[in-house]
């Protein structure tokens, strides 16, 4: 399995690609960073978000990409920024038809360190250990999204069985509703439809 990891910001767009599969070792394909100058137009900076990021489509052609979601935070301004270049991400790998994933902060520390509240410096040095890289890659945004394609390699497997339990109950349900139809529909055309009353 490859995964493109996908650190969302305006000014830094974290992206890592891994290749493995849950249980054995990951190997790093690629890692950067997007980057775009604080002082351009928003739609500027997000149209080179979306080249930046098709680049990376384009040379590594993952099978997934994992965004880390976001959530709301003290400062509006960067929240907005972040959900806005999250977009552009989700819009690349969809116009492609490539599955994406949102895994939250707390669930990408937990799985690679094993903390959900892990900082910056422990998430890259497990990535580093877990990559076999000689440092921890720099800035911590390229760290982080090495971390969202370990963490999306890891949980896959978990979430495909539980994707696909949903599914089967799903279909469970319709074959149970149509039978009730089928069953249904008999008795509704033996049933005698109301006699007019008698004029005077």
């Known amino acids: 399995m490859r995964v493109l990891g996908v650190d969302p910001g305006l000014t830094r767009c974290g992206v890592g690609v891994v290749e493995g599969v849950a249980g054995r070792p990951l190997a790093m394909r690629g890692v950067g960073v997007v980057r775009t100058p604080a002082d351009a137009e928003l739609g500027h900076r997000l149209v ?5 990021i ?12 994992a965004v880390e979601r976001v959530f709301s935070q003290h400062n509006v301004r960067t929240v907005m920024g972040t959900a806005q270049a999250s977009a552009v991400a989700m819009l690349c790998a969809s116009r492609r038809g490539i599955p994406v994933a949102l895994h939250t902060p707390s669930e990408v520390k ?7 509240r892990a900082d910056k410096a422990q998430v890259g040095a497990m990535v580093t250990r877990l990559l076999r890289l000689d440092a921890p ?11 969202l394609a370990i963490c999306h390699i890891w949980r896959a497997p978990a979430q495909n069985r539980l994707q696909r339990a949903v599914a089967q109950n799903r279909l469970q349900q319709a074959v149970a509703e149509n039978r009730l139809q089928q069953a249904a529909a008999p008795q509704a055309a033996k049933t005698p439809t109301a006699r007019k ?3 005077a």
């Open 54 to 65: 098709e680049q990376w489509l384009d040379e590594h052609e993952p099978e997934f990409v």
């Open 110 to 116: 937990a799985a690679v360190t094993g903390s959900g």
């Open 48 to 52: 080179a978000i979306e080249q930046g």
């Open 197 to 199: 009353g008698r004029t």
């Open 137 to 147: 890659p720099r800035p911590a945004d390229a760290a982080d999204a090495l971390a």
